[in-house]
């Protein structure tokens, strides 16, 4: 319209449809269509997997979800199972549920260049990180990326998100998120065994195809899981992704070791000592207690029940019991972090230097745990690393 205004401003005599007739014409509205394509993939060839973000309701709160969707390529066979989270972690415990729903592993794996797996690079470029390379090839594919703003490489599994949106979300509330991956591996049962007209045939019947190019899944499948090294607080928990999860009394102060699967939590204080949770699968700052690991009434820790670090120090050297004592009282920090600090100092530093040092600092009131260290190492200085001459080289 301004281009219209102006050129009747200077004299031109036509109408604004004449000038859009001659803008369509020539092309100068808008860039020439493309011609559009199609790719064309053989049974079991390529695999695609993608997530997509959505809203869902559990146990009558709506929260976010990451859905994350594979679909083969040649018969449009669909899996889906949606998550609380979607890391590396996730995304083997997907994959591995995928292969096993399918019955065997494609070729190639197309991603769409996501930082759960790529390690450096786009596209043909793309490098995975050595963690997923290695799940991949345990199961005999590799992971490809397409190139970056070509969306259309990954069609396959973006267009089901909004079918899935629209047809197994809408109106559906769920209980746990246990029961929502149920629903919906139910629901891929149903959908895959519907004609579809895009593709004018059943995914199901295709899938009796193309199954017998895909290649066997391994004999035995390792369980997918990832540890992590947690100290027991002052209560009796160990803490996991804003969860706690309850530990026996005893362990109280120990460092353990956290083995996290699908479905459990595994907390393992040595080879004959360990717990076993239900895992819960998003961040509901929950407290998960055992009734095993309650005490009976009247018989928990009492106020007056020494830290085990406070037991540790006074059984180590018990000279300094006064200071331990007055520590609690005047100290910065938490009590159970200066404890374990000084209980640190009393195991590593010589006996001598350490007590005159601790004597020094209760006669001045000093209760600074990091000052008190540097007044034990000005006091060590070259005798604590002593080097015998005598000793061959």
Not at 221 to 227: A, G, K, T
Request: net charge positive.
């Amino acid at each position: 319209m301004r281009v219209h205004e102006e050129l009747t401003a200077s004299g031109a005599v036509l109408s604004y449809q004449a000038l859009t007739a001659f803008c369509r014409r020539h092309g100068l509205t808008e860039p020439p269509q493309q011609v559009a394509g199609q790719y064309q993939f053989s049974a079991g060839e390529e695999l695609q997997h993608d997530t997509s973000p959505h809203e869902v309701e559990i146990a009558g709160k709506k929260c976010r979800a990451q859905t994350a969707s594979a679909v083969l390529c040649y018969s449009r066979m669909l899996f889906f199972q949606c998550y609380a989270t979607f890391q590396r972690f996730d995304c083997k415990i997907f994959l591995t549920e995928a292969l096993r729903y399918f019955g065997g592993s494609p070729k190639q794996v197309m991603i769409d260049n996501t930082h759960v797996v790529v390690l450096r690079g786009t596209g043909r470029e793309m490098v995975p990180v050595p963690e997923m390379a290695a799940f991949a090839e345990r199961f005999g594919f590799a992971f490809v990326a397409h190139e970056r703003g070509d969306a259309n490489r990954s069609a396959r599994v973006e267009r089901p998100f909004w079918f899935i949106e629209n047809n197994f979300l809408a109106g559906r509330t769920f209980s746990s998120w246990r029961d929502l991956n149920a629903q919906a591996r139910q629901w891929c049962d149903r959908v895959n065994s519907t004609y579809k007209k895009h593709i004018r045939a059943v995914p199901r019947e295709l899938f009796v195809l193309e199954q017998r190019h895909l290649k066997p899944l391994p004999v035995w499948i390792p369980e997918v899981y990832r540890l992590q090294q947690r100290a027991v607080d002052i209560e009796g928990y160990v803490a996991l992704h804003s969860n706690r999860y309850s530990v026996p009394v005893a362990w109280v102060g120990h460092q353990v070791e956290v083995r996290e699967t699908r479905d459990k939590i595994e907390i393992q204080l040595d080879a004959r000592n360990i717990v076993t949770h239900e895992r819960v699968p998003d961040q509901q700052f929950q407290r998960i207690t055992l009734a095993a690991h309650r005490p009976p009434r009247g018989q928990g820790l009492k106020r007056n029940t020494p830290h085990p670090e406070e037991q540790a120090i006074l059984q180590a050297a018990p000279e300094i019991a006064a200071y331990v004592a007055a520590l609690k009282q005047h100290s910065r920090k938490l009590v159970v972090f200066a404890l374990r600090q000084l209980l640190r100092m009393v195991r590593e530093y010589p006996r001598e230097p350490l007590l005159a040092t601790v004597h020094e600092a209760a006669r001045y009131g000093l209760y600074d745990l990091d000052r008190l260290e540097r007044m034990i190492l000005r006091r060590v200085q070259r005798d604590f690393f002593r080097l015998d001459g005598n000793v061959d080289e």
